[in-house]
């Protein structure tokens, strides 16, 4: 399988091309603002060849030269659920450890890992009753 490409953003893998118009949703979610004004940084990956990966097979197809902290899939559960949970992978302290987080939170979860202001446990730790986390 070919390798993910190297980007400064955190890359956001479509796994999942069963609903077109809930990838639509997920993109616009993301690429809009918080009511403070805050964006994910990142970049998405629109390509068959990723369908099915799974948070293992993923970690093990990124370049070398990617450093950001987190690596996020947008899979089945993610395009079948109103809230478009994807599934956040961390690369760094517990690497290949995961959290759910509702589209419209994800540029909480990149933000505060890019810069170190946080640690993936807190966003672990703040989930609600589903394991999805929804914001603080």
Same mark, same amino acid.
């Given at each position: 399988?070919?390798? /993910?490409?190297?980007?400064?953003?955190?890359?956001?893998?479509?796994?999942?091309?069963?609903?077109?118009?809930?990838?639509?949703?997920?993109?616009?979610?993301?690429?809009?603002?918080?009511?403070?004004?805050? /964006?994910?940084?990142?970049?998405?990956?629109?390509?068959?060849?990723?369908?099915?990966?799974?948070?293992?097979?993923?970690?093990?197809?990124?370049?070398?030269?990617?450093?950001?902290?987190?690596?996020?899939?947008?899979?089945?559960?993610?395009?079948?659920?109103?809230? /478009?949970?994807?599934?956040?992978?961390?690369?760094?302290?517990?690497?290949?450890?995961?959290?759910?987080?509702?589209?419209?939170? /994800?540029?909480?979860?990149?933000?505060?890992?890019?810069?170190?202001?946080?640690?993936?446990?807190?966003?672990?730790?703040?989930?609600?009753?589903?394991?999805?986390?929804?914001?603080?």
């Amino acid at each position: 399988m070919k390798q /993910l490409p190297s980007t400064l953003e955190a890359l956001v893998v479509r796994t999942d091309f069963s609903a077109d118009g809930a990838w639509d949703a997920l993109r616009a979610a993301l690429y809009s603002p918080s009511k403070d004004g805050f /964006l994910a940084n990142v970049a998405l990956v629109d390509d068959r060849r990723y369908e099915g990966v799974t948070p293992e097979q993923a970690i093990d197809l990124i370049h070398p030269a990617y450093r950001h902290p987190l690596l996020v899939l947008a899979d089945s559960a993610a395009v079948t659920s109103a809230d /478009l949970p994807l599934l956040v992978v961390d690369l760094r302290g517990g690497r290949g450890r995961c959290v759910r987080v509702v589209a419209a939170e /994800l540029w909480s979860i990149e933000n505060n890992l890019s810069g170190a202001n946080m640690d993936f446990g807190e966003f672990v730790g703040a989930v609600d009753d589903d394991g999805v986390f929804r914001g603080f």
